[in-house]
């Protein structure tokens, strides 16, 4: 719903971007991720819908991070993704 309540409240600005996150999950996740998986589509679906409207729109799609989360507590998860041939997104974080 935080989408649809930024998109309303911002759809008569002239934004130079309108960027949302988005997981590979989506795409490839599994029957029990489900749920998380809509959600990103949406996401996806969302940001063409914007641009149809002739407004700014962008979806970030990420794929697995190994440093949080279940993956990061989960050696079976991490072989899995290994096994599949997927590859981990590595996080690195900067001060400024």
């Known amino acids: 719903m935080g989408t649809i309540n ?6 008569h600005l002239s934004l130079d971007f309108f960027l ?3 997981s590979l ?5 599994t029957a029990t991720q489900s749920a ?3 959600a990103n589509t949406f996401q996806d679906a ?3 819908f914007r641009v149809v409207e002739n407004l ?3 979806s970030l799609v990420v794929g697995i991070i190994n440093e949080v989360g279940s993956v990061k507590d ?5 072989e899995m993704f290994k096994r599949n041939g ?3 997104l590595k996080l690195s974080f900067s001060s400024f």
């Open 25 to 29: 999950v989506g795409t490839v996740g």
């Open 36 to 38: 998380y998986a809509a």
């Open 74 to 78: 989960s050696t079976a998860f991490q």
């Open 20 to 22: 949302m996150m988005s």
């Open 6 to 11: 930024l998109h309303e409240a911002t759809r």
């Open 46 to 48: 969302f940001a063409r």
């Open 86 to 88: 997927m590859d981990y």
């Open 56 to 58: 700014t729109g962008s």
